[in-house]
C-alpha cells in the first residue's frame, strides 16, 4: 500500500471514532486486531479480535457525549503508522478518580498502529 491509502485508513478510522460510528470503526479493523490502551508506561486495556474490540468500544462509547481524536503528526515507515493525537472529551459519566459528567478531558499522546491485509491489525494508544 501507499503512504496516502494507509494515512487515508487512519483517517477514516479516527473520524468513525469521533462520530461514534462503531460499525465504521470495526469495518477497518483486520480480523485478528490487537488493541492496547497504556497510560504512563502501563498497560491498562488490551484486546484481540473484532468482537473483543467491538464491545470495549461500544463501552467505552457511553463514557463520553463528545470526543475527538485529531492528527497533529505522522510517521508512516512501511506498514507501521505513528501519530501524534490532540483529544479532547466531554464525560457523558461520573469517573472514579473524580471528573464529572460534562467536564472536559484533554490529553497529548500518541497512537500507533500497524496494517495487515489493506486493514488496521494494531492499536496502541500511549497517553
Known sequence: MVRNEIRGI????????????????VHLLHKDIVFRNISNGETTTET?????????????????SS?????????????????????EGILAVNFPNGLKMGDKLQLNGKSKYEIKEGKIS??????
Open 48 to 64: 484481540r479480535g473484532i468482537q473483543a474490540f467491538r464491545e470495549l468500544a461500544e463501552q467505552s462509547s457511553t463514557m463520553f
Open 67 to 87: 470526543r475527538r481524536q485529531i492528527i497533529t503528526e505522522c510517521s508512516i515507515i512501511n506498514d507501521k503508522v505513528e501519530v501524534g493525537i490532540d483529544y
Open 10 to 25: 487512519i483517517e477514516n478510522y479516527l473520524e468513525a471514532y469521533n462520530t461514534f460510528n462503531i460499525e465504521g470503526m
Open 122 to 127: 494494531l492499536i496502541e494508544d500511549y497517553s
